[in-house]
């Protein structure tokens, strides 16, 4: 049986030009994709297995009017950060750019429902039900990785992640930060792919 030679393994930046685009959302579906499968794992493994009480939607209203506000709230503050930060303080390589630059407004849509639901479910529905909002939304903030370079992006992915723990505490529904996570995400992609159509 041949030796698996550890010492050949090395970690290296990944330059985002050197990705093309099939790679890019090949990268972004596995990734989600394994996000959901791990989730539901721990959801598995938890004492609290019932996920649909988590995905409860006894009031739509508040639902909507808790996931909405939350979102508007996140844009507003991101967009004062783009008039008022220096660029490169925003800086995430270029990834957002390139993943919603030429996207049809369908495909962000997807991108975006996609990333809200598997996210959620496991910080959400499954890491902050075993550590709480304020670890889980450390997590959250490093495995956003390539905002770690800048204490702003990192404070914001925290703070975000903070609010959509405490909202989903508040509406005791998971739907209320998939659907702010899908809200912030879905307008950030229609802001990167139509400003660059008016350039």
């Given at each position: 049986?041949?030796?698996?030679?550890?010492?050949?393994?090395?970690?290296?930046?990944?330059?985002?030009?050197?990705?093309?685009?099939?790679?890019?959302?090949?990268?972004?579906?596995?990734?989600?994709?394994?996000?959901?499968?791990?989730?539901?794992?721990?959801?598995?493994?938890?004492?609290?297995?019932?996920?649909?009480?988590?995905?409860?939607?006894?009031?739509?209203?508040?639902?909507?009017?808790?996931?909405?506000?939350?979102?508007?709230?996140?844009?507003?503050?991101?967009?004062?950060?783009?008039?008022?930060?220096?660029?490169?303080?925003?800086?995430?390589?270029?990834?957002?750019?390139?993943?919603?630059?030429?996207?049809?407004?369908?495909?962000?849509?997807?991108?975006?429902?996609v990333v809200a639901i598997c996210e959620e479910l496991?910080?959400?529905?499954?890491?902050?039900?075993?550590?709480?909002?304020?670890?889980?939304?450390?997590?959250?903030?490093?495995?956003?990785?390539?905002?770690?370079?800048?204490?702003?992006?990192?404070?914001?992915?925290?703070?975000?992640?903070?609010?959509?723990?405490?909202?989903?505490?508040?509406?005791?529904?998971?739907?209320?930060?998939?659907?702010?996570?899908?809200?912030?995400?879905?307008?950030?992609?229609?802001?990167?792919?139509?400003?660059?159509?008016?350039?």
């Amino acid at each position: 049986m041949k030796k698996w030679d550890w010492k050949q393994i090395r970690l290296r930046k990944v330059d985002i030009s050197a990705i093309d685009d099939r790679m890019l959302l090949i990268n972004l579906y596995v990734t989600q994709a394994l996000t959901l499968i791990i989730g539901m794992i721990v959801l598995f493994f938890q004492h609290n297995r019932d996920i649909f009480a988590r995905l409860r939607f006894d009031d739509p209203k508040e639902i909507v009017l808790w996931g909405a506000c939350f979102a508007a709230v996140v844009l507003i503050a991101d967009l004062l950060i783009a008039r008022f930060v220096p660029e490169e303080v925003g800086d995430d390589g270029g990834v957002n750019d390139m993943l919603f630059r030429n996207r049809p407004l369908w495909h962000i849509a997807v991108i975006s429902l996609v990333v809200a639901i598997c996210e959620e479910l496991l910080f959400r529905g499954a890491v902050q039900h075993a550590f709480g909002p304020y670890w889980t939304s450390i997590l959250f903030a490093a495995i956003h990785i390539r905002y770690l370079r800048h204490w702003l992006m990192t404070g914001l992915v925290f703070s975000i992640s903070y609010g959509l723990g405490w909202i989903y505490i508040r509406t005791g529904s998971l739907w209320t930060p998939i659907l702010a996570h899908f809200m912030i995400d879905f307008v950030m992609g229609c802001i990167i792919r139509y400003r660059r159509d008016n350039k």
